[in-house]
C-alpha cells in the first residue's frame, strides 16, 4: 500500500448561511412576544442601540436609506448625513469615560447601598411595568396539600408518611406509587398501619378525591363529602361504573331493581364530581397571546386591510454618540474596531426586524386574498389552502411562509385566529366545489347536535348524510373527526 502526499483541484457547489442570513431567519420566526424579548436581549450587549424617542423622529428601520448590504468593513462604514449633536470630545476620551462609568456601576452595586425608590411622578420605565404586570407564582398541589399536612399532625412520623404521599401524586391528585414503596421509602422503613393512617390524613384534605389510587376510589372519597343517604349512587360507582361509562342504563337498572329514571339521577350526581381534583391546583397557565397582525374591514373600499402589530416592540436606532466616534479619525483602531463590530450588528438587527414586518404583511395578505368567505362569513367558510399557493402568489419559498406564520396570530372580526390554521386541506364535492377539512368538522359537529338523542346517528349514517350533501368520505374518517371533536359513539351518545 502506498501513501503519498498530493494536490487536487475539484469544483463544487455548497450553501453556507451567513450570520446575516441565520439572523433575518430566527428573527422572521419570533411571534411579537418573544421578539420583544430578543430585542432587550440585545439592548444589554449591544452597547451602541437605544430605544428611539418618540421626538427623535423616525428610526433606522432599514427604510431606503438602509436598503443596501451592510458594510463588511469596519473602515468603510459611513456615518449618517443628519447633524449630530454630541460632545466634541475625542472618542478615545469618550469611551474611556463610559468604561469608567461602567466600573462606578459595578463597584455601586458591590457595596450593596440601597437604591432609591421610584416616585410616582417619575417617567415611564417599560421594564418596571413589566415586573409590576408580572403573574403571581402559579399554585401548586404539592405545596397545597404540603401546607395543609402542616395544619392537620405534629406528628413527626405522620408528617414525613404524609410528605411522601404528596410527593408521589401526580397532576390530576392520583397516588401511583404502591404504599409498600412509599414504606419502603420511609427512613427505618414504617409499619402498614403508619402508612395507611398517612394516606387516610391525605385524602382528608382539599380538593376531595386526592391521592385517590383509581377513579372509584377518587370518586367515592368525594361521594363520602356529599353524604349519598339512599347509597344507590355508591353502589353505581362500586359495581358499574364501566356499565355506565358504556351507557348500558337498562342493564344496571335490571340488576339494581331501580327505574332507569333514578339511574339517570344517580349518574347526574356522578357527573358533577371531579374526575381530576389535581387538575383544579396546576402550576401550569394558559398560554398568554398577542395578536401579531390585525385583519380590519375597511367599509369604504370592500377589502381587508393588514396592520403589523409592531407597537409593543421598542423601535430602535444607533447612539448618536457612538456614530460620531466612527467619524473621529484620531481613534485607535481597538476602539474603532469594537463600535464599528457593533454598529454592524445592529444595523444587522433593525434591518432583520424590517424584514419580518414586511415578510409577515405580504403573506397575511395573500391569506387574507385566499380566504375571503372566511372573513366574510366565518369559520365556518375556511377555504382548502397550501403554504405552496402563498409562496408561489408573494414570490417567497414556502420555508419563508412557514416561518413567517409559526406560532403567530391574527386579530380577525371573527376572533384569534392562529397564521397556520388558515393553511388546511380538502376534497371536493359532487359538483366539483372545495371544502376545507374543518368545514367537514363543523359540519359533523352540526350534524350530531341536531340527532335525535333517542337515536343517535351512526358513522354509516353520518357518511350517508355527507353524501347526500354531495362529500364522499369513508366511515373511518368520520370517526377520526368525531374523535378529534370528542364526539363519543353512537352507543355512548344515546339517551334513554
Partial sequence: MRFDTSMQVRLEQRMKLAPRMIQSMEILQLPLLALEERIQQELVTNPVLEIEEDEEGPAETGGEAEAAPAPESASTLAPEE??????????????????????ECDNYFEESVPRPRARLDDEHDPKLDAM??????????????????????????????????????????????????IRAEAQGGAAAEEAEAALKLVQRMEPAGVAARDLKECLLLQLDRLGDADGLVRRIISDHLHDIENNRYPQVARKLGVAIDEIKDAVDVIRSLNPKPGASISSERAPYIV????????????????????DRAPRL???????????????????????????RS????????????????????????????????????????????????????????????????????????????FFT???????????AWDNIRTRLKQMVDAEDKAKPLSDE????????????????????????????????????
Fill in 82 to 103: 443628519q447633524p449630530l449633536k454630541v460632545d466634541e470630545r475625542g472618542g478615545a476620551e469618550e469611551f474611556d469615560r463610559l468604561q469608567d462609568l461602567a466600573d
Fill in 132 to 181: 409590576r404586570n408580572a403573574p403571581a407564582p402559579a399554585e401548586n398541589l404539592h405545596d397545597v396539600l404540603l401546607q395543609q399536612l402542616s395544619y392537620l399532625t405534629s406528628d413527626a412520623r405522620l408528617r414525613e408518611l404524609g410528605e411522601a404521599i404528596i410527593r408521589n401524586l401526580d397532576d390530576n391528585g392520583y397516588l401511583r406509587e404502591s404504599l409498600d414503596e
Fill in 291 to 310: 395578536s401579531d397582525v390585525q385583519i380590519v374591514y375597511d367599509e369604504k373600499h370592500d377589502n381587508y386591510l393588514v396592520v403589523v402589530n409592531d
Fill in 317 to 343: 436606532q444607533i447612539s448618536a454618540q457612538y456614530r460620531h466616534m466612527l467619524q473621529n479619525r484620531g481613534l485607535d483602531a481597538k476602539t474603532r474596531e469594537f463600535v464599528a463590530r457593533n454598529v
Fill in 346 to 421: 445592529a444595523r444587522w438587527l433593525m434591518e432583520a426586524i424590517e424584514q419580518r414586518r414586511m415578510t409577515l404583511l405580504r403573506v397575511v395578505q395573500s391569506i387574507v386574498k385566499f380566504q375571503r368567505p372566511f372573513l366574510d362569513h366565518g369559520p365556518e367558510h375556511i377555504q382548502p389552502l397550501k403554504m405552496q399557493q402563498v409562496a408561489d402568489d408573494v414570490k417567497l419559498h414556502v420555508g419563508t411562509v412557514s416561518r413567517a406564520v409559526d406560532d403567530k396570530y391574527a386579530d380577525t372580526p371573527w376572533g384569534l385566529f392562529a397564521l397556520r390554521g
Fill in 425 to 435: 386541506g380538502g376534497t371536493e364535492t359532487a359538483a366539483g366545489e372545495s371544502v
Fill in 461 to 496: 349514517e353520518i357518511v350517508d348524510r355527507f353524501k347526500a350533501e354531495g362529500v364522499e368520505l369513508a366511515r373511518r374518517t368520520v370517526a377520526k373527526y368525531r374523535k378529534v371533536l370528542d364526539i363519543p359513539s353512537s352507543r355512548k351518545r344515546k339517551q334513554f
